[in-house]
């Protein structure tokens, strides 16, 4: 539990404090999200961000979005084996990276753990500022 607990609040404390942005849990009902998000797909067909931070890229991965796609996640695979999803990710077509604290693949930004937090934020703030840029460019 300590580590959903962290996963949660470091990156939505984070995004609130360093960036301004207002975070919200959406979902399409109360029950817990399932593993296979028919909503994560929608998200990423529409090119809108997809971030996950340590074990949150399992749901990246069973939601069929990172075919061929960057990404990382939890990483300590020596002290916690049963936790390890790079295995999962690379069956889902996943290209897996575990030396970078943050990975950006066009909409998708993953991150380590939550001890990578500042990169994880940097990650989504580089991804924000493209897309404001490119709106920008566009007028």
């Not at 609130?16 to 009902?29: A, Y």
């Not at 970078?100 to 500042?118: A, C, F, Q, T």
Request: glycine share 6%; aromatic share 8%; net charge positive.
């Amino acid at each position: 539990m300590r580590f959903k607990i962290r996963e949660y609040f470091l990156p939505k404390i984070a995004l609130q404090d360093q960036l301004g942005l207002d975070v919200e849990v959406i979902s399409l009902k109360r029950d817990p999200i399932e593993i296979y998000s028919n909503f994560l797909r929608q998200i990423n067909d529409q090119k809108k961000l997809v971030a996950s931070i340590c074990r949150g890229s399992l749901l990246v991965a069973k939601s069929v979005i990172a075919k061929n796609r960057h990404l990382t996640g939890f990483h300590l695979d020596k002290e916690f084996p049963d936790l390890v999803i790079r295995p999962i990710v690379e069956a889902s077509g996943g290209i897996w990276s575990d030396d970078s604290p943050v990975v950006v693949d066009g909409n998708l930004v993953s991150s380590r753990h939550p001890n990578d937090i500042e990169h994880f934020v940097g990650g989504i703030r580089s991804w924000l500022s493209q897309q404001s840029n490119s709106k920008t460019n566009l007028k």
